[in-house]
């Protein structure tokens, strides 16, 4: 018999089905990707097809192991990472959903939440579940589909409905309806896991009316999981991994030590960073959360978003006209040897995570007669490095680990000029990999360790390749003058 050699990792994103197999050597073999739709039904509503969810995830992974020209039985096994927090409510004897999913952004359930608020439950949800409530967490999207829906309250008290992630929902049609589950990562994004226990909270399920048997069984990230049905892949597989995509990034980047942290640099920047084997509560209305559980241990992690990180550069090409694309901003930005004074606070759609004013809007201040584009595009840069610096400092302090590193990916992180003055900022090393499709990436880490087909996190980091290292240095003077002018111009 051939030992196998392959994990095939399954990318369900929030536009996106993807699947790619990754070889021994953590090497990217073929990938397939197949776009799903979003509808908005209402202002604010944002809803998906989970069977166009399903299919397509199916579809890819057929087409990515067509692709490789690897041999179903080559496959060891199949990790999951997923858009969080999406959820789909279906029938337990049918398999069919009852609804369309109802997608994170979706603000469906806001009066959910405006009513536990009123309530003054926020500090229990927050004390309990380590997160802030908000519409985009999973436990007030069911509150709402029971309150709102016909029949699915009654049909739910007599257990014929079952309640998921989208992680949960993939692996029930994969395994033939025999495996209702859920890995810890995803759990700790419902607003319904207690991060003690680790298993759902019995007074925030009794808080919102729902039943318990609608939900997943919890289990770790990594290890045999479930099963896949013989028919649909040409054999059953193993499911041996399962994470939220976020956290899904952190394994893939490789942060296994406490003080390792990952930035994605897309529109926005998502910012997770592990903090040991205890949750940290933050005094800056950060998420606590679980980076992964695997050999028996949690990790758990801290989370920020910013929201306006690469879409600062769109607006310098689109609302400015000061480049034509996006790449452009480097060069632009590099003609100048400093902002000169000018700073660019890019609340451009409030300030998030450690600020929290979604009023604030954006300004650029301490323009002179010699100021140029240049100068302003290098202010973009720096505000870009600096909202990623405010919320690591909130980090540090709220969890008493000092950064150690900080890995990046995302379009952005393609910049040199933006991850050196990263770097600079931050005094610690900026780490880019080779491999920037680190969701896919982590989800393929935890399913080969839960196979056995790699046996450490350190045959991991020996497998792990790095692009740069951006190294911290710079004049520390005009480093403390751009932070000071950032600290004046935000408050
Ligand atoms: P998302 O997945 O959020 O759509 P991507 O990871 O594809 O985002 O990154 C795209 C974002 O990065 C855009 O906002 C774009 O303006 C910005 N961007 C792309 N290339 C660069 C670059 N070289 N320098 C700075 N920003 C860039």
Redesign the pocket.
């Known amino acids: 018999m051939t030992e196998q050699r392959s994990i095939l990792a399954l990318d369900q994103g929030t536009t996106s089905s993807r699947a790619i197999v990754f070889d021994q050597a953590g090497q990217m073999v073929a990938m397939a990707q197949a776009p799903t739709t979003q509808d908005f039904p209402q202002p604010g509503w944002v809803n998906q097809d989970p069977l166009e969810i399903w299919q397509t995830q199916l579809g890819t992974a057929l087409d990515a192991l067509s692709r490789a020209g690897t041999a179903v039985t080559d496959v060891a096994s199949i990790g999951i990472t997923n858009q969080r927090e999406t959820l789909v409510v279906w029938d337990r004897l049918t398999g069919g959903p009852v609804h369309p999913a109802i997608v994170w952004q979706s603000r469906q359930s806001a009066p959910q939440v405006e009513d536990l608020l009123a309530r003054g439950m926020g500090p229990a949800y927050t004390h309990v579940t380590g997160l802030v409530p908000d519409a985009y967490f999973t436990a007030t999207k069911i509150a709402w589909l029971l309150e709102n829906v016909t029949d699915l309250r009654a049909r739910a008290d007599a257990g014929e409905l079952l309640a998921g992630t989208i992680d949960s929902w993939l692996i029930w049609n994969l395994t033939g309806g025999e495996r209702h589950i859920t890995d810890v990562t995803n759990a700790s994004r419902t607003m319904l896991l207690d991060l003690e226990t680790q298993q759902w909270s019995p007074e925030l399920l009794a808080d919102l009316a729902i039943p318990a048997q609608m939900l997943p069984e919890i289990v770790p990230s990594s290890g045999e999981l479930g099963m896949t049905s013989g028919d649909l892949l040409g054999a059953e597989l193993p499911i041996c991994g399962i994470a939220g995509d976020q956290q899904a990034a952190l394994f893939g980047q490789c942060c296994f030590a406490p003080g390792d942290a990952k930035n ?5 920047s998502f910012l997770l960073m592990n903090t040991g084997q205890r949750p940290r509560r933050s005094q800056h209305r950060l998420l606590t959360t679980i980076a992964w559980q695997r050999d028996e241990q949690t990790t758990f992690a801290l989370e920020g978003s910013i929201f306006v ?3 600062a ?2 607006w310098l ?1 689109d609302g400015l006209h000061l480049i034509e694309d ?2 452009e ?2 060069a632009l930005a590099a003609t100048v040897a400093s902002s000169e004074g000018v700073t660019f606070v890019p609340a451009l759609t409030g300030l998030g995570a450690p600020h929290w004013d979604p009023t604030a809007r954006g300004a650029i201040l301490g323009i002179t007669r010699g100021t140029t584009s240049a100068h302003i595009a290098r202010a973009t ?1 720096e505000a870009i490095a600096l909202q990623v610096r405010d919320v690591i400092t909130a980090m540090a302090t709220d969890s008493g680990i000092p950064l150690r590193s900080l890995r990046v990916d ?3 992180a ?2 040199d000029l ?1 991850m050196q003055i990263q770097a600079d900022l931050l005094g610690v090393p900026v780490v880019r990999p080779v491999n920037v499709e680190t969701t896919a990436t982590g989800a393929a880490y935890l399913a080969g360790l839960g196979c056995g087909l790699w046996r450490s996190t350190a045959e991991l980091e020996a497998l792990w390749r790095i692009d740069r290292t951006f190294e911290p240095g710079g004049d520390a003077a005009a480093l403390r003058d751009i932070v000071a002018r950032w600290d004046a111009a935000v408050s």
């Open positions: 994605t640099y897309g529109t926005g990180s690469g879409s550069v769109q090409r996006a790449a901003v480097e840069l995302g379009g952005a393609r910049n933006l």
